[in-house]
């Protein structure tokens, strides 16, 4: 588990700018492999909805990995950390009766890169939804089950 002085660093310099389109990313406890479960990936998936539909962040990419997402965003209002807290707080309140815990799903903080030109946000949508590939879990992008872009 992170040390609190590594928390801390992942939050140094963190500015959250409205309208800026940011990579977020973030890992289950202990890297665990909860969303090999297909039915428990859909659930953080939906929280990705509920930002989208409560005005906090247009969804433009996601996949939700065995052990950690990526999610393409651009913030609409409030901060990342809030938009972060809010996803993973629902996520873990989703998926919780549906493991034998009661400790939190997520890692403490989130990483977090603001593109800075046009150009990188399809470089970077591709790398978000090929994931599944380079993990080696699919042969085939169509053939993962977790992932979404609003190019496709």
């Known amino acids: 588990m992170p040390s609190l002085a590594a928390s801390h660093r992942l939050r140094t310099g963190r500015y959250s700018e409205k309208n800026r389109i940011y990579l977020l990313s973030t890992n289950t406890l202990c890297r665990e492999h909860i969303f090999n479960d297909f039915a428990l990936g859909r659930l953080v998936v939906a929280q990705f909805r509920v930002a989208q539909d409560q005005g906090f962040a247009d969804s433009l990419a996601w996949v939700v990995m ?12 409030g ?7 809010r996803t993973k707080s629902l996520s873990t309140k989703a998926v919780s009766p549906y493991i034998d815990r009661k400790i939190s799903l997520w890692q403490n903080g989130f990483h977090d890169r603001a593109l800075r030109q046009e150009e990188d946000l399809v470089k970077v949508a591709r790398y978000v939804v090929a994931n599944p590939l380079r ?16 190019w496709v």
Not at 79 to 85: H, V
Not at 138 to 143: A, N, R, S, T
């Open 135 to 150: 993990a080696g879990l699919v042969d085939k992008l169509g053939d993962y089950p977790l992932w979404d872009a609003i």
């Open 66 to 77: 065995p052990d950690h997402f990526h999610w393409l965003i651009e913030l609409r209002r």
């Open 79 to 85: 901060t990342l950390s809030g938009l972060m807290q």
